[in-house]
């Protein structure tokens, strides 16, 4: 594989920037990235993939450490009166 060569290419746009001389490259670490295939047609009436334009990756969001807000003190529950009879009378 080279830079110049469609391979190549569609490496270097896989990956989202160069791949530098004697770098290891493998497709399978790449499995899962999403992006578009421009097909193109041939002088042969063959068709070929031309490039790849990779989805740019979702921005990494770093949560903020958040206090955790601690349970207010409770009242304790106060005895309720029963009603009578003579409640509903």
Do not use: C, W
């Amino acid at each position: 594989m080279t830079k110049h060569s469609a391979l190549g290419k569609l490496a270097v746009s896989i990956k989202g920037g160069p791949i530098e001389m004697g770098e290891r490259f493998s497709f399978a670490s790449y499995v899962g990235v999403q992006g578009a295939l421009l097909v193109e047609e041939t002088n042969n009436g063959a068709s070929r993939v031309g490039v790849f334009l990779r989805d740019a990756p979702a921005p990494q969001v770093q949560a903020q450490p958040q206090a955790v807000a601690q349970p207010q003190a409770v009242a304790q529950p106060q005895a309720v009166a029963q009603p009578s009879a003579e409640t509903f009378a």
